[in-house]
């Protein structure tokens, strides 16, 4: 197995992944939480999450995934970009559907 992209051993996929940077920014909250006056950002490499996280974070930005249930008004939301290859993806999606992992990579800082 050569890592070829006929390679069915994911040599291509994990070397794809591990370039690929996630930026996360926590939006919402109750009145706007920080106003726009605080930033919620953080930065997570794809390729240090789980391989199950991996997968949600794919199907968050394939739009295969459903908020369990309704988020609450005052609820956070997440909008998760990735740039790979030239190409930028951003999704914004509800807490519940945002691996933990990049939850707790999100730290707040004065604007």
Known sequence: MDGSPLDCSGTVTAERNA????KIERLGGIAGFGGPNLKSEGEYALADLSAADQERV??????????????????????????????????????????????????????
């Open 19 to 22: 370039s690929v940077i996630l």
């Open 58 to 111: 794919e199907a968050l930005f394939a739009g295969r995934t459903k908020s369990r249930s309704r988020p609450p008004a005052d609820g956070f939301r997440y909008r998760i970009t990735r740039s790979s290859n030239g190409a930028v993806q951003s999704v914004e999606v509800p807490e519940d559907l945002v691996p933990q992992p990049l939850i707790a990579s999100v730290k707040d800082s004065l604007r």
